[in-house]
C-alpha cells in the first residue's frame, strides 16, 4: 500500500466517523424535539377538553357533594361521549375518588369510587396534572393523553374532571413528519459532508493522477509512451551492472528513420507523428519481457536487447528490428514506406558504461548513414578514430567560423580563344591545427552537417567581392553556393549585401549553384535566382554532367554559363572519343541556349588542344593555374597574367600542337616579386 492510499483510507474512515456522530446527533435532536411537541400537543388538548366539559357541566358541585347530575348535565355527557378523540372522561371529588364516567360505551354514576392520585393532586395544589401514557388492552388506544384539571369556585376546589384524549393519529403523523424531516435533514447533512468530501476526493485522485503522469512522463516519451532517454540511461546502468556476475552480455541498437522529414513535409506532421507511434507499437511488439525499448528523441529509437550469448543473435535481432520498422504502413489511405539506418554496440565487449555504449552505438549509425543508408553496422574500434578526427575538424570548423579564420584561395579561369587571363575562382580553404590544409571534400560535408555552411558562405561572399574589388574591372570572381544557403531564403540580400559593402560591379560576380540545389523547392529557388538575376550577377550551373544532369534545368533557369566538371577530362586519356563526344554535344546545346560554357580540370596540353579546337569559350585547371592566396595576386601580376602570359611562357610541350606550358607556382610567385 502507498503512502497516499493510506493516508486516503484514514481521511475516508475520519469523515465516516464524523459523518454517522454528526447523523445519530441530528437524529436524537430531531426525535427529542418531535417528543416534545407530541407531548405539548396532546396534554394540551387533553387539558382543553377538561377544561371544556368543566365549563359545561353546572352541577359538578353538587355531584362533588354525593348529588345526581341534572338531566341537563347527563345530556351533556352523553354528547361528549360521542366525540371521537376523547374516548373516555371522568369526574372526581377533590379527594381524588371517582364520582362519574364516561366512554364510548356509557355514562354512569360509580357505585364504587375508585381513587386517583393525579386527581388528588390537582384537587390539592389546584393545578392541572397532566401526561402522556401507553395503551395497554383493547379499551385503550396505542397513545393517549389525559388531563386532571380542579374545578374552582371561590378559588377553591370544588370537583376535579378528568378527560383521556387518543393521540395515536397525533402521534403516527407526528412521527411520519419526524421521519421525513429526519431523512431530510440527514441527507443535507450528509450532502453538506459528502459534497466537500467527494470533491477532495476527486481533487485528490486527480492530483494522484498528475502525479502519476508527471512521474511518467519523466522516465517516458511523451508521444509514444516509451522510455526515455532518462529512464533508458537508468534501466541501462541497471542491466549492464549485473553483467559482471552473470554470463552472456547485451546487444545496443541504435535505430535512426531515413527521410523522416520528408514524410512531415509530404503528409504532414500528423503522418510523422503516426509514424513514430506506429514504430513504437512495433518495437513493443517484438522485443522481450528483459529488454528496453526507448525513443532517443526526433527519429532516433533505442532497444536494448538483454541476455546475449553470441553475436549473432544480435545480428538476427537487427534485421528482425529493421524488417518491423520498415514494413508498410497505412495512414488517410496513403501507403508509408519508410526505410531505417542501424547501429549496433555490443557490452561489455565495446564498453561497459551507458554513455559510451551509446556513443559507439552511435558511431556505427554514423558508419551506417554513410554506406548509403538503409543498412546495419556493428561498432568497431575504427570507428572511434574516426569519429575523434571528426570531432577535431568540427571543433576547427567551429572556431573558424566564430574568428573568420578560413582561407581564401583563388583559381585562375582564361580565354580559351587567346588565353587571357578572365578571372578566379574562390575556394574555400580550412587550415588544421598543424598548418595543413584540410581538404574541402572533408570539412565542407561536416559544416553542411552541422548548418555552419550558411555562415562560412556569407563569409566567402564578403570576403571574395572584397578582394576582386582590387582586381581590374575585367576580372571577375565565381562563388560557389551551396543548396544550405538557399534553404535561408536570403542569397539575394546577402549577395546585394556584399556587393555594396566591397563596392564590386554586379557583373563581375559569377554565383555556382549545383544540380542538388535545384532538386528542393523549384519555386523558391527560382525566385531567389530570378533576383540575383535581375540584380545583373552571372549565374553558373556547376558540375554540369553528374548526377541527374536533366536538361530541364537548362531551360526552366536562368543559367548564363556551364561548368563541365572536372571528370570528363579526367577520363579524357583513357576514352578519349566518348568524352570529346559528350563535351562537343555539351558545348553545341550550350551554343544553342545562348549560354557559355568553362571547363574544369584541364591538366594536360593535349586537353587543352582539344578544347581550343571545339571552340570551348573558358578553361580552368593545373595546366593554367593552381589555387594562390589573396595575397598573391597583385595588380601587377594580374596584368603580366593579361599581357606576358604567352609570350614568356613559350615552353611547348611535344605532344601540346603548339599550346603553351601552363605556368608554374615558382613562376607566378617569381613574376609577382619581380613586378
Keep these: ?187 443535507l447533512t450528509g450532502l453538506s459532508f459528502a459534497v466537500p468530501t467527494i470533491a477532495w476526493y476527486l481533487q485528490t485522485k486527480e492530483k494522484k493522477m498528475a502525479n502519476q503522469r508527471v512521474r511518467f512522463l519523466a522516465h517516458h516519451d511523451a508521444l509514444t509512451g516509451l522510455a526515455n532517454r532518462a529512464q533508458l540511461l537508468e534501466q541501462l546502468e541497471k542491466m549492464l551492472a549485473i553483467l559482471p556476475v552473470g554470463r552472456g552480455g547485451l546487444a545496443l541498437h541504435l535505430i535512426d528513420l531515413d527521410r523522416f522529414k520528408e514524410i512531415n513535409d509530404d503528409l504532414g506532421h500528423d503522418a510523422g507523428d503516426f509514424l513514430l507511434t506506429t514504430v513504437a507499437e512495433r518495437l513493443r511488439a517484438v522485443i522481450r519481457n528483459d529488454d528496453v525499448a526507448a525513443r532517443f528523441g526526433g527519429d532516433e529509437f533505442v532497444v536494448v536487447q538483454a541476455r546475449l550469448s553470441r553475436k549473432n543473435q544480435a545480428e538476427d535481432f537487427a534485421a528482425c528490428l529493421i524488417s518491423a520498422v520498415t514494413a508498410p504502413m497505412m495512414f488517410k489511405g496513403h501507403e508509408i514506406v519508410t526505410a531505417a539506418s542501424l547501429g549496433v554496440a555490443l557490452a561489455p565487449a565495446d564498453a561497459n558504461d551507458p554513455e559510451r555504449l551509446l556513443k559507439s552505438a552511435d558511431l556505427a549509425l554514423h558508419k551506417s548513414k554513410a554506406d548509403g543508408r538503409n543498412c546495419i553496422q556493428f561498432f568497431t574500434p575504427e570507428m572511434d578514430a574516426a569519429m575523434q578526427a571528426r570531432m577535431a575538424i568540427e571543433k576547427t570548423i567551429r572556431d573558424a567560423v566564430l574568428h573568420e579564420c578560413f582561407v581564401l584561395q583563388y583559381q585562375p579561369v582564361f580565354e580559351v580563344s587567346d588565353r587571357q587571363l578572365s578571372g578566379f575562382e574562390a575556394l574555400v580553404r580550412l587550415r588544421a591545427a598543424d598548418g595543413s590544409l584540410i581538404p574541402p571534400a572533408t570539412f565542407i560535408p561536416l559544416a553542411e552537417d552541422m548548418r555552419l555552411i550558411d555562415k562560412i558562405g556569407a563569409w566567402v561572399l564578403r570576403e571574395a567581392c572584397r578582394t576582386a574589388a582590387t582586381w581590374p574591372d575585367s576580372l571577375t570572381v565565381a562563388v560557389n553556393l551551396s543548396p544550405a544557403q538557399f534553404e535561408t531564403g536570403s542569397v539575394s540580400a546577402i549577395v546585394a549585401a556584399a556587393l555594396e559593402q566591397a563596392g564590386l560591379a554586379p557583373h563581375r560576380l559569377e554565383l555556382e549553384i549545383t544540380e542538388s540545389t535545384l532538386l528542393g523547392n523549384s519555386e523558391a529557388i527560382t525566385t531567389e535566382l530570378g533576383s540575383l538575376k535581375a540584380m545583373g550577377v552571372v549565374i553558373v550551373m556547376d558540375d554540369f554532367g553528374t548526377g541527374y544532369s536533366s536538361l530541364s534545368y537548362l531551360w526552366r533557369f536562368p543559367f548564363d554559363k556551364i561548368k563541365i566538371d572536372r571528370s570528363f577530362m579526367q577520363g579524357f586519356d583513357a576514352c578519349g572519343r566518348d568524352v570529346e563526344t559528350v563535351v562537343k554535344t555539351i558545348i553545341a546545346l550550350a551554343r544553342e541556349l545562348h549560354m557559355r560554357v568553362t571547363v574544369e580540370g584541364v591538366e594536360t596540353a593535349q586537353q587543352a588542344t582539344f578544347l581550343d579546337r571545339i571552340n570551348a569559350d573558358q578553361v580552368q585547371g593545373f595546366f593554367f593555374g593552381r589555387p594562390m592566396s589573396g595575397s598573391e595576386i597583385s595588380v601587377e601580376l594580374l596584368k603580366d597574367f593579361q599581357r606576358r602570359h604567352l609570350s614568356r611562357a613559350t615552353t611547348v610541350a611535344p605532344e601540346a600542337d603548339g599550346m603553351p606550358a601552363r605556368p608554374t607556382s615558382a613562376q607566378i610567385a617569381q613574376r609577382a616579386k619581380s613586378a
Excluded at 359545561?56 to 355527557?77: K, T
Excluded at 381513587?115 to 393517549?144: I, L, M
Design 1 to 187: 500500500m502507498t503512502p497516499l492510499t493510506a493516508s486516503l483510507l484514514r481521511n475516508v474512515a475520519i469523515f465516516a466517523g464524523m459523518l454517522w456522530l454528526l447523523l445519530g446527533g441530528t437524529w436524537a435532536v430531531v426525535n427529542a424535539t418531535t417528543g416534545h411537541l407530541l407531548y405539548e400537543n396532546a396534554t394540551s388538548t387533553a387539558r382543553s377538553w377538561a377544561q371544556y366539559l368543566a365549563s359545561n357541566a353546572n352541577d359538578l358541585e353538587q355531584m362533588a357533594g354525593g348529588e345526581r347530575p341534572s338531566v341537563e348535565s347527563m345530556v351533556f355527557f352523553q354528547h361528549s361521549q360521542k366525540a371521537d378523540q376523547v374516548f373516555r372522561y371522568e369526574i372526581y371529588d377533590r379527594q381524588g375518588f371517582s364520582l362519574l364516567v364516561s366512554d364510548h360505551n356509557k355514562v354512569a354514576l360509580v357505585d364504587i369510587s375508585d381513587f386517583s392520585p393525579d386527581a388528588a393532586r390537582a384537587g390539592k395544589t389546584g393545578q392541572p396534572v397532566v401526561g402522556t401514557r401507553e395503551g395497554v388492552g383493547p379499551d385503550q388506544p396505542s397513545f393517549f393523553a389525559q388531563a386532571f384539571v380542579p374545578v374552582l369556585s371561590d378559588d377553591r376546589v370544588i370537583a376535579v374532571v378528568a378527560a383521556y384524549v387518543d393521540q395515536t393519529a397525533q402521534r403516527n403523523s407526528f412521527n411520519a413528519t419526524f421521519l421525513k424531516a429526519a431523512a431530510a435533514l440527514c441527507l
